[in-house]
């Protein structure tokens, strides 16, 4: 095969999932706004978005359950509308809250889904096996799934969506309420899911998860697609890297927001926002500025944009998520 031997470059390789002018309403709620998006088989795609957004939604739409009110979508080269069971061939999809039958083992959910989708009994024996061992719940293979911790209920989640061997695999909040090693064992899953060629479909409140796994990256709010690109690509779209100084007093915070022009003043803290690179060289030079002016700050901190800052900079008000971070971005 010629694309084994020269990848296609990803910006012309063929769409997994594309989508042109979704739009969904409930009621007189618009919940979808036109929503555009493509995404090349075989990345990650992340759709970032505030409680209420439509993450769940779009993924509803994107996966047949329910119908849009407007637009097209196209995933795994079937039109949604047109061809629903092309699209339910070609896809699994793990929701936001677990569809695991707790009275069943874990192997008997395999198995459950295997025989939903009509695997013979022994392929779909043979299949459970190796996702147990896949995914590390072998030896709790007998186990009754209402015993399975968080972790382990998510990961038995994602292994009944590979029964069906799926190119697009939708995942609504993975890790939502995951503790951080939880999450990093998802991490490495959705990264060898990847590397075997599938498309990942993920949406997520967690900025460092989007950066952490995501080829690319869409923000929703509002009904619509308010930034789209790499992580690095939506970081370069906010105010860069700065330095914030706090004074002990009113003079001297003055004094220094005399001394160092363009920096932004937050009264309230005594505190100087200036922008600056964030190496050893450009600190030094701070300082020193301050130094000849005579002015000790009483400390000071250092930032590097993150993409918290771009969810908070772009989505709604800022005042859900991070509040911490709402001040130093925002003004
Ligand atoms: N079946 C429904 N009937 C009426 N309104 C709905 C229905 N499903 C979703 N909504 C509304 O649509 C909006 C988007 O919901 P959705 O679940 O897609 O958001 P989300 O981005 O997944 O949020 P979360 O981060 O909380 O999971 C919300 O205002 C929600 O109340
Ligand atoms: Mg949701």
Redesign the pocket.
Known sequence: MPSSVMPTPKTTASAAVSTVGLRKS??D?T?LDGIDLRIPAGSVFALL??????????V?ILSTLIAADGGRAQVAGHDVAASPEGVRAAIGVTG?FAALDDLLTAEENLLLMADLLRLDKREGRKRARELLERFGIADVAGNRAATFSGGMRRRLDIAMTLVGDPKVIFL??PTTGLDPRSRRTMWETVRSLVAGGVTVFL?T?YLEEADQLADRIAV?DGGRIVAEGTADELKARIPGSHVRLRFAGTEEYERAAAALSGAARDDENLALRVPSDTGMEALRALFDRLDAAGIRAADFSVHTPDLDDVFLALTGDGSTGTALHVKETLR
Do not use: F, I, M
């Open positions: 409930y009621g709620k919940v978005g505030p409680n209420g957004a439509g993450k769940t939604t779009t509803q936001q609504d909040e949406t409140q929703l």
